[in-house]
Every structure is written in structure tokens, then in C-alpha cells.
């Protein structure tokens, strides 16, 4: 049967049977639906998902954005102020519309090895970060590491904080940004612009600043210490302020409340009444006072640094005014217990050991916010030149009477009476000033109210837009925003103190404004270095009567000899004077070049030449713009940088005299006198100034009256030569690891 029918009919016959058996069931016909249903809700979940706006850090590999930016800092949960900041930095930016529409973000978080552990789970807390157990080797395997990450993981633009305790080496950032390819922007932000740096602090910063596209500043003085004290260009240096974080609208100072007390018998012991509002505190220490009570306060990482000691110290007589006062310093010591222990004791022996708390925890955002409502008084009585502080910023936006000492932040921000300045080291004025303040709650009121109007527009938005700008615009147009007008009302300006310093017959005047008498016998006769910046150089012969019978004057592009017999000679170069070896001290072939330094100079000199074929440093184009004019029939030189004006004079029965007719306040110059222009603004604390100028420290043992190889403005290890005079530095090499060998 089978053989006499035809395949066709005998399949259709099969497919037949088949199809019947099976939808003619129920449970085919259910079990089928459901699979359809299925595959329809699949199908509306994956269209769902793909025309979701989602933020740019979730986006797939396929929908890559157009930047993808880097930002390598500590972050949450450690505990710093720079953690804080990145963290307000990037989350500000994130809301901005146009950088969450093209934009990834990604944090590489520092952490030391002894942290790792603790930390080994950061990525899950917040999955922008991507953690980074840094070494204490140079240079650090880590960070070429991190590098190579950078390199190879489609970024193109980094953030850099930089603080020089951040990492364990000073060099490693420095190391990571050499590292980068050049087709990546690196945006280095510098939280402190040190007043007094070593050479080896200067020279991190002006490498740094070399591979950097812009390097931001959050004051006036770091700006302008960048452009004279580093000579870094002042076309990639970039003010952006502090952010800061307002308070909601509710928020209300507990000053704004006060009322002024009428007379009363007893000063001394009158307590101020308060409107009839009251807060429901939740933090204990707040609960632990009543209305009567006066609150000063200080917040922050708790360091020796801070001034604490100093109240302490003042608040017996601060308390026979007022004896309801307290003094609350709310946060943790990085250094341990001990120190904050010691202070308390101190407190209590002078006391007054009932008025001090130490609230030993770190605080959120909403806990300091309780504190700062019911604060009467805060205080940053500083004992160094602090260039920013996040706390002093923040006291500012919460509309707090604030005192402070004159570091460099406070100069700026509490200007025009948005703050009390009191001097260093001054118990009087701080008793005056803190008493002064308490009496009177509508002064402390008026104080607080212009403080944070004054860093109104500093809020994260506000900042953040300019990164965003930096990031996608194609340069900078401005200093600052135009969303951040008048940044900083009471800039500094770039003033020349005039006819500051001299050396002469007539007596020595240092930039200080001491006068040092010329005596014989003081067996200091030798080469010295007289005066050193990043642009100019001037060492001098001195003989045993204390004159000067050579003046030899380095500048990026001359040689400049005055003799008191010979005259004035000079020599155009193209090279440093690095490489001289003469003395200039017998005859007059002061000025010829030692050849055996040619084959160097011959290797470097199309790196020393920029585009336009003038000369420049290794580290870039420096801002010298120095007019040199000599008067060889006069015997005399005149030299004008954007630091200093100087005259030197040739005069055959007194020497050769050297007077300053002007000199830049940021110089930060070091050298003989040079040493002592940091004592003109800062000598109570700063620099320690003494009564003595350093010969032991600028004598040219060499002799030779061109060196530039005393120890003291001289660094080198690693394989890398620094100098304070930037023509005598050697620049990283930019991409080989092997380049920074470990000394």
C-alpha cells in the first residue's frame, strides 16, 4: 500500500494527523498563549529600556559619549576636606544638563594600602568610582598603572587634585600627569599654593603646571604666586572659587534672633534674651544649652595649626565679660587624642575647663548646619598662611559673625567688614575683638549677613558650570565665569613696593625695611647670592670692607658683569648660565663660555626655542618679559622684570652699589636680601624672620661668581636637577618609566 501511494499525499496525510492531535488539546493551546505573552512583554521591556533617558554613566559601550572625563582624588568615605570637595565638584557637574548629555564621569579614588581593606567594597558604594591603592615607591607602579588605564580607556580629559600630602610621594602625581597622552586634557586643580615653597615644592608645581592645560587657583594670591613666584604662563592659570553648599531657604541663624539687651546693672553678668522662636536641636552638645548661652565655634579636621590653644588661652578674661560663654570645636584629629586631651587639660587649668567641648565626631552636612544655627560666633584663628579653607567658606554661606587671623584666605573673603581680622599672636586684640562681637548681637548680625551675600555666587552650581566650561568649551574666554561676577571684590593687586631694598656704601637695606650697618671684621667677604627668582639671578662679589667689587646678573637671555675697575660688560646667550664656569674676578674675560659645554647646550637648543623661535625654559614659556638697558660709558644697568626693578652702578672708590627700585610682593625671591621680602607682609609667624641676614646660607663655595648650585636653591633626586632660578632646572622626561629612577 505504502509503495503504490504517492510522498505527497502520504506527508500531507501525516501533517494532517499531526496538527490535529495537538491543537486539539487545551494544554497546547494555554501553554502556546502564554509563551506569546511572554515574548510580547520582553519585547515592550527591551524598547522600554532603550528609549529611557538614563545618566551618561549608564549608558552601553555602543552610545559612548563625546567626553569622558577622569577625576583622580581622595573621595567618600574617606574622611578629608579634598573628599568632600570632589564629591561636591562632581555631583554639581552631573546636574549640569549639558554635561550629563555628553559626558561620562568616572572617580579614581585614592586609597594607602593600609585603607584598602576597609575600602576593597568603594566601586559597590558609589559605582562612579573605581579605587586606587597608591604606593609609596618612585616612580609608582600604581600610577602608571593608573596611567595606562587612562591611556587606553577612551578618556579624554582629567581632573587632578592636588595636595602635597595626598600621596605618599610628592612625585606621583606629577608622575601620572607626565604619563598621559598628550591628546588628553589635564585640568589640575591646586588647593595649595604654598607662600614659602622649598625648590622642591616649586618645581613639583611647575612640572605639573608644564603637562597641564589649566592649572585653577581658589584665590587671588595663588593666582598671582603662580604667574611671579613659579613663573608659570599666566594663560593657563585660572581662578575658580571655593564651592560652597547654601543653606534651604528655612535656615536661620540664631544672631538674626537676638536682641539687644537694654541696660542693666550688672553687665558683667547679663544674659541677652532671644525672640520667641526655638529650634528643636537634636545634636546632645546643643541640648546642653539654654538661650543665655553664648556658642563659639570651630569646625574642621581638628589640627594643631587651627588657633585652637590660642582662644583657649584668652577665654579667663573672655568669660569675667561674659560668663555664659562656650567655646565648641565640633570635629575629628587626624593626629590622635592626644593633642585635643592636652588642650582640654590646659582649659581646665586656666579655669575654664566647664566652657570648652570637644565634640569628637564628623559631622553631615545636617548636623553642622544645627551647629552653625545656633552659633553666636566662629572662629579660624590660624597660625600658617592657609591659601583656602572649605570651613571659613561654609561659615560664610550660613551667615556666621566670624574672627580670624590674616592667612591668606581670610585677607580676601573677609574684606570690606565681612569678618574681624585679628593679628598673629596678638591675645589682646583677639580678647577685644571676641568681646567686642558678643556684646552686640546686630553687629555680629550685619557681619554674617554681608559674609554670605559675599559667597552667594561661589554655590556648586556656580563652579561647576566653569569646569563643565573648561571641559567643552573650546578655551577659556575669561579669568572667571560669567556666572561668578566679581568673584573676589578686594583682589590683591600686583603692587610694587617702592625703592624696597639697597646695598651700597651707605648701608644695607633689606626688603624688610631693616638697616643693617656695613662693619669691617665681620669676615663674611666671599660670592653670595644676593637675590634669585624664577626669571633672574644676582650674585655679587663681597670684599672684606663689605662693598661689593663684582655684581654678576644671570637673566634668561643675557650675562650681565659689573667690575668696579672694568666696567660694565655683557653677552647675549641662548642657554642657560647653567653651564658657566668662570669667576669673573681678575680680568676681563669675564664673559667668556666654557666651551667643554657646548655639545650640551648644541643638544638642547630646539627644545629650549618655541614656536615662534624665542627662547624659552624646558618647562615652558616663563613670564620674564625682562627690559635689560646698559650704560656702558656710565657704568650702570637697569633691569625691569614683573618682579623687581633693579639698578646696578659702578662707581671706582665705592664699588659697585645694587639698589631695588621695585619689587613684586608674590616674587617669593630667596637669596642674601631676596630671603627677606617674605618678612614684609608675614613676619610675626610665617617665616620665622630674624634679626640676621643668612650668610651661611648663600655663600658660593665654588666661588665662581655664576653658580647656581647652592644647596639652598638647588634640589636634586631621581634624576631630575631643580633650581630656583628656572633656566638652571631639567624637566622630566614625558613617557618612559624607567626615566625616574629611585635615588
Known sequence: MLRGMKVNDFVRRCGRRLRLSLFGSKRFRKDLLGLV??????????????????????????????????????????????????????????????????????????????????EEHLRNRDPRVVPLIVDSHAPSRSFWNASEYLNHGGFTHVILQHEFWLTPNRWQLVDVARWLRPNITLISVIHTPLDDPTVQEAGILRQL???????????????????????????KILFIPIGVTLPPPSYMNQNSLRKQPGSMPNSKNRAIETDAVHFNYTEPALLDLDDSHLLILANGLLQVHKGFRRLVRVLPAIVKVHPTVRFYMVGESPTGVSGMNSLLQKAAALGVGRHVKWINKYTTDAQLAEYFRRCDLYVTLFNQLSST?????????????????????????????????????????????????????????????????????????????HYVHLILGS????????????????????????????????????????EFQLKAGDKVSGVYVLYVDHCLQINAKIETNLLFSVVAIGTQTEWINAHWQHGVDNETISRSPLHAT??????????????????????????????????????????????????????????????????????????????FLAASRFAAPRGLLGDTLRCRHDRSVAFHCQDVLGWTNWVVASGLLFSHDVEQQSWSQFGISLNVFAAASRPLPRSMFENHEQG
Open 37 to 118: 505573552l511572554v515574548c510580547v512583554l520582553l519585547l515592550a521591556g527591551l524598547v522600554l529600556h532603550y528609549s529611557t533617558d538614563k545618566p551618561a554613566f549608564h549608558r552601553s559601550a555602543t552610545t559612548r559619549p563625546s567626553c569622558h572625563v577622569a577625576v583622580i582624588s581622595t573621595f567618600p568615605p574617606r574622611k578629608c576636606g579634598i573628599a568632600e570637595f570632589t564629591r561636591s565638584l562632581v555631583d554639581a557637574m552631573q546636574q549640569q544638563d549639558v554635561f550629563a548629555a555628553t559626558c561620562d564621569i568616572t572617580i579614581l579614588a585614592l586609597v594607602e594600602p593600609k585603607q584598602a581593606r576597609a
Open 582 to 659: 668662570h669667576n669673573g674676578l681678575e680680568d676681563d674675560e669675564v664673559m667668556d663660555t666654557a666651551d667643554n659645554d657646548k655639545d650640551t647646550i648644541d643638544e638642547r637648543e630646539e627644545s629650549e626655542k618655541s614656536d615662534d623661535g624665542t627662547v624659552k625654559d624646558d618647562l615652558g614659556v616663563f613670564t620674564c618679559n625682562e627690559d635689560v638697558k646698559v650704560d656702558f660709558a656710565q657704568g650702570s644697568v637697569v633691569i625691569a622684570s614683573e618682579n623687581v626693578h633693579v639698578e646696578v652702578k659702578v662707581d671706582a672708590k665705592q664699588g659697585v652699589s645694587l639698589t
Open 389 to 465: 579653607s572649605a570651613t571659613l567658606s561654609t561659615a560664610m554661606a550660613h551667615g556666621l559673625a566670624i574672627i580670624s587671623t590674616p592667612y591668606r584666605f581670610a585677607i580676601e573673603t573677609l574684606a570690606n567688614d565681612r569678618g574681624l581680622i585679628v593679628p598673629f599672636e596678638d591675645d589682646a586684640a583677639t580678647t577685644n575683638a571676641v568681646i567686642t562681637m558678643l556684646d552686640d548681637p546686630s553687629l555680629r548680625a550685619a557681619y554674617g549677613r554681608r559674609a554670605s551675600e559675599f559667597v552667594h555666587q561661589w554655590q556648586w552650581p556656580n563652579v561647576a558650570a
Open 475 to 514: 578655551t577659556a574666554t575669561s579669568r572667571y565665569s560669567s556666572q561668578l561676577t566679581d568673584p573676589l571684590a578686594g583682589e590683591p593687586q600686583l603692587e610694587l613696593l617702592k625703592k624696597p631694598a639697597r646695598w651700597s656704601q651707605g648701608g644695607i637695606r633689606t626688603f624688610d625695611e631693616r
Open 209 to 235: 603646571a608644564r603637562f597641564s592645560k589649566w592649572v585653577v587657583v581658589m584665590n587671588w594670591h595663588g593666582l598671582h604666586l603662580f604667574r611671579h613666584a613659579f613663573g608659570i604662563d599666566p594663560a
